[in-house]
Structures are given as structure tokens and as C-alpha cells.
T-cell receptor, first 116, second 110 residues
Framework: DTEVTQTPKHLVMGMTNKKSLKCEQH?????MYWYKQKAKKPPELMFV???????INESVPSRFSPECPNSSLLNLHLHALQPEDSALYLC???????????????FGNGTRLTVT | GQQVMQIPQYQHVQEGEDFTTYCNSS?????IQWYKQRPGGHPVFLIQ?????EVKKQKRLTFQFGEAKKNSSLHITATQTTDVGTYFC??????????FGQGTRLTINP
């Protein structure tokens, strides 16, 4: 079980659809992340929010739009995706941003996204 | 930027055999973290090493951090089928983010 909850678990969407991924944590963590993971690859950082402000955007295409409504919630809005965007999307949180001491990442179960 | 290299990419062992994965960084790390991802699952934090030369054990798992804080290893003694998965090392890049190694995928023949 994970303390970071992601919904939905699976999502199939067409290239013209608009959908949103949701993530929630109640551990009091102040940093939240979106990662993308392709099969047999490591997680690839997309966005980082620290204290509810976007602090890192890893040059992600604008068809991915993150949102942090409050310190416990993180959304990823999807629009006009391409088939190559199909992947496992992982949300994570940590006490503080980055890989500092005593601030490991807690991952959610992920959303397995298929773009048709 | 800083890179974290991990080898081997794959390892297949017989149940009961030992397993080791190695992680090397191009720069000195303030700490290194290890994660395990079961097939179909998500990465789960295992441990963090901070001190030069540090060795930590979790049951059959032994984690080491090199004296120069540029390399690390994870050794599993007498593997069990529950050890199956991909093991990732990860090191901080500046104060901003964590960089993951490519991972070592462990499969076990029972």
C-alpha cells in the first residue's frame, strides 16, 4: 500500500481527448512530482512543485499541464496527446524538494495511460 | 549534468544465489538512495546512505556507499523469489531533483 493515491489506475484516451490525472497525499510533504516511466526504463522527471509552486519543468510539451491546487493535491491535465505519450505516470511526494537527506520519494501506484 | 550509471542492466539468478548491482556517479554525491520496483508496481524507497564508506543492512540486503561518495552497491544474499524486480539507485542533482540510474532488472529461477 502507498500513502500517495493516484487516480485513475488505467486510462485510455484518444488524441483529441482532454483528461486529468489526480494525485493526493496527506503526509504533510511539501514537494510533489510527476514522473513518466516507459517500459524497462527509469522514472523520468517531468515536473516538481515545491510549496505549491512550480519549481521545475523538464521541458515537457505543453500538452501536459500540471496544477497544484493545494499542498495535498497534484493534477496533470492532458490534451491532444500522441501515441508515444503512452506510459506509466507516477506521482511522488517528499518532505522537501530534491534528493536531500531524510527526504526520499514516496510514489503512488501510477496511472497507466494508453493514447490511441 | 550529473549522471548515475548502473550495472548490470539485467541479472538472472537461481534462487539461493547472491546478487549485486553497482551504481557509479560522475560527481560526488551528498547521499544515495535505493528503490525497488516490483513488476507492474511502483518504485518503493529502500534506504538512503549519507556517510563516506557507510554500510547498512536490511535482512539479506547489504548497501554500501563508497569512500569517495561516487559509487554504491546493493548486495542480496541467498535470493528469494520475492526479490524479483528492478532495483534503482538515485542521487541528488544539486538541491533540485533526484536522478535515477537505469536500473538492474533481477529475475530468479525458482
Amino acid at each position: 500500500d502507498t500513502e500517495v493515491t493516484q487516480t485513475p489506475k488505467h486510462l485510455v484516451m484518444g488524441m483529441t481527448n482532454k483528461k486529468s490525472l489526480k494525485c493526493e497525499q496527506h503526509m504533510g510533504h511539501r514537494a510533489m512530482y510527476w514522473y513518466k516511466q516507459k517500459a524497462k526504463k527509469p522514472p523520468e522527471l517531468m515536473f516538481v512543485y515545491s510549496y505549491e509552486k512550480l519549481s521545475i519543468n523538464e521541458s515537457v510539451p505543453s500538452r501536459f499541464s500540471p496544477e497544484c491546487p493545494n499542498s495535498s493535491l497534484l493534477n496533470l491535465h492532458l490534451h491532444a496527446l500522441q501515441p508515444e505519450d503512452s506510459a506509466l505516470y507516477l506521482c511522488a511526494s517528499s518532505l522537501q524538494q530534491g534528493g536531500s537527506y531524510n527526504s526520499p520519494l514516496h510514489f503512488g501506484n501510477g496511472t497507466r495511460l494508453t493514447v490511441t | 549534468g550529473q549522471q548515475v550509471m548502473q550495472i548490470p542492466q539485467y541479472q538472472h539468478v537461481q534462487e539461493g544465489e547472491d546478487f549485486t548491482t553497482y551504481c557509479n556517479s560522475s560527481t560526488t554525491l551528498s547521499n544515495i538512495q535505493w528503490y525497488k520496483q516490483r513488476p507492474g508496481g511502483h518504485p518503493v524507497f529502500l534506504i538512503q546512505l549519507v556517510k563516506s564508506g557507510e554500510v547498512k543492512k536490511q535482512k539479506r540486503l547489504t548497501f554500501q556507499f563508497g569512500e569517495a561518495k561516487k559509487n554504491s552497491s546493493l548486495h542480496i544474499t541467498a535470493t528469494q523469489t520475492t526479490d524479483v524486480g528492478t532495483y534503482f539507485c538515485a542521487g541528488p542533482q544539486g538541491a533540485q531533483k533526484l536522478v535515477f540510474g537505469q536500473g538492474t532488472r533481477l529475475t530468479i529461477n525458482p
